[in-house]
């Protein structure tokens, strides 16, 4: 039993993930203003696309995780007294750090002066 003003460790497993995806969200919210906006680059393309892609997937890579957790592991590590709305909140969280992620690696994965350093022989 807990007593109050103590934190488990699930909890506080629960807040280092909810902390961690929006810090790569905010990640990947300033890449995209600094590439689109501001427009900093690199100057090679092969090298711009590469961190772009790179970075993509390493946000992509977290909210991923934490998709396969909530189907494998669910039952057992289900902080206790989530409410649905709670759910829907932590799953839209992962969606939006998911479709940042997606986003950074799209936008360099087809980017015109990076596309023919990405593609693979035949495509």
């Known amino acids: ?3 109050r003003g103590k ?8 807040a280092r993930k909810f902390t961690l995806l929006v810090v790569l969200i905010l990640l990947a919210g300033a890449y995209s203003l ?25 946000v992509c890579s977290r909210p991923a995780a934490n998709f396969l957790d909530m189907l494998l592991f669910w039952r057992s590590s289900r902080p206790p007294g989530w409410s649905r709305r709670t759910l829907l909140l932590w799953l839209a969280l992962n969606l939006l750090a998911l479709l940042a992620g997606w986003l950074d690696r ?14 693979l022989p035949g495509e």
């Open 34 to 58: 600094a590439v689109i906006v501001l427009h900093l680059r690199t100057g090679n393309p092969r090298l711009d696309g590469a961190i772009g892609v790179v970075f993509g997937l390493f």
């Open 7 to 14: 934190v488990s460790r699930m909890e506080e497993r629960w």
């Open 106 to 119: 799209h936008r360099h994965r087809h980017h015109p002066l990076c596309r023919p350093y990405l593609t």
């Open 1 to 3: 039993m807990l007593k």
